[in-house]
């Protein structure tokens, strides 16, 4: 059993399982045999091998607390998370340790249970105050429940505890994005990227940071370098994509749609985004067909529909009027798609339907310009 363990120790699982099975098959009573074996089948994610180890173990002795924590790491393994909870339940019962409250807590986050979680991770803090995982986990916990200045907190003690750690860093930007607190999520951002550099996450973020903040060309600057860390993110090439269009530099914008297309052609947003880059480039056949292709990848979206509409309008009014119908099917307080099916109409020649569309947009909202614009065309 000692090479076992030495085994183990150098992550030499499978050996390690063998000569378990020999100390088991001499002296087949010893229940801790059959823990140490079930750890290295659960650290080769032998759940269900697992689990029958453990189980054995507990056959032979019930009141340790610690077979029953790691019969609730088999069952998560498994996906069986509510018997997970009932043997962590059990563990705590018996051996009310930070050990066992963190797995309860663990298994709890992971089963969106935040709140019984939170609960977990303060017991276990109350018993090992010094560890810094504890309060990044909590924080996660409360960050999840939109507790964003409580999870700060908890952030912030982490990184007292262990400045080092990269992700407590990110972990408080992150929350101050969902805060709108811009300036100092840069702030952390750039903190957790001096710690790791080479995590494209920490980039995309900060380059998020930067767009709200309206510096496209910084923003620019960080989504390229996520892109040379990790080229198979769509989402930077959308952001970026995102900077480009601001910037009115809508090729450059095109491009990265287009890039972020080859890898999940399944994206109705990429399509859409393209067309709209396309508008401004006046490919008005080209846009219409990612319209089309982002309707057929999701119908129920209206904006695609008032998009597509809002191309057609120079080139095929009654088509136009078409989307703009199925938009406001989808969205009746659209009041954009009233307005421009009221100007499609005032093209066509409707002047009377036009002036009803206009009205409705302006029941809807009565400081919006353009409906009183086209209504008075439309009476003249």
Avoid at 78 to 95: S, W
Avoid at 167 to 185: M, P, R, S
Wanted: glycine letters at 4%.
């Amino acid at each position: 059993s000692k090479r076992a363990i030495c085994k183990t120790i150098i992550d030499q699982h499978q050996e390690s399982i063998e000569d378990f099975s020999e100390a088991i098959h001499l002296n087949p009573k010893e229940d801790e045999y059959y823990i140490l074996r079930g750890n290295n089948k659960y650290n080769l994610k032998q759940y269900k091998e697992c689990l029958e180890d453990c189980l054995e173990a507990i056959r032979l002795n019930p009141r340790v607390g610690s077979y029953y924590y790691a019969i609730g790491n088999c069952l998560d393994g498994l996906e069986r998370h509510e018997e997970a909870l009932e043997n962590y339940d059990k563990a705590v019962q018996i051996c009310p340790d930070a050990r066992s409250f963190l797995a309860r807590a663990s298994s709890r986050k992971e089963s969106g249970k935040y709140e019984e979680a939170i609960k977990d991770f303060s017991e276990a803090i109350k018993l090992e105050p010094g560890n810094c995982s504890y309060y990044n986990q909590r924080g996660i916990c409360k960050c999840r429940l939109e507790q964003h200045k409580e999870a700060i907190e908890d952030y912030l003690e982490a990184v007292k505890l262990d400045g080092s750690q990269s992700a407590f860093q990110y972990n408080i930007a992150a929350c101050q994005v969902d805060l709108k607190q811009y300036e100092e999520a840069l702030k952390y951002n750039s903190e957790a990227i001096k710690l790791d550099p080479d995590d494209s996450s920490y980039l995309n973020q900060r380059g998020l940071c930067k767009y709200r903040l309206k510096q496209y060309r910084e923003a620019i600057e960080d989504y390229s370098e996520a892109i040379r860390i990790d080229g198979n993110k769509t989402a930077y090439y959308n952001n970026r994509a995102d900077c480009y269009y601001n910037l009115e530099e809508y090729e450059k914008a095109v491009e990265d749609c287009t890039r972020a297309i080859k890898l999940n052609p399944r994206s109705a947003n990429y399509r859409a985004k393209r067309g709209n880059s396309r508008i401004m480039l006046k490919q008005s056949e080209e846009a219409i067909e990612d319209y089309s292709e982002a309707i057929r990848l999701n119908p129920d979206c209206s904006t695609y529909y008032a998009s597509r509409a809002y191309t057609k309008d120079q080139i095929d009014p009654k088509s136009a009027i078409e989307d703009y119908t199925k938009a406001i099917e989808l969205d009746q307080n659209d009041f954009t798609s009233y307005n421009n099916r009221g100007n499609s109409n005032k093209l066509l020649g409707n002047f009377l339907e036009a002036i009803k569309e206009c009205d409705r947009a302006l029941e809807i909202d009565p400081n919006f310009p353009n409906p009183y614009r086209h209504r008075g065309w439309s009476r003249v």
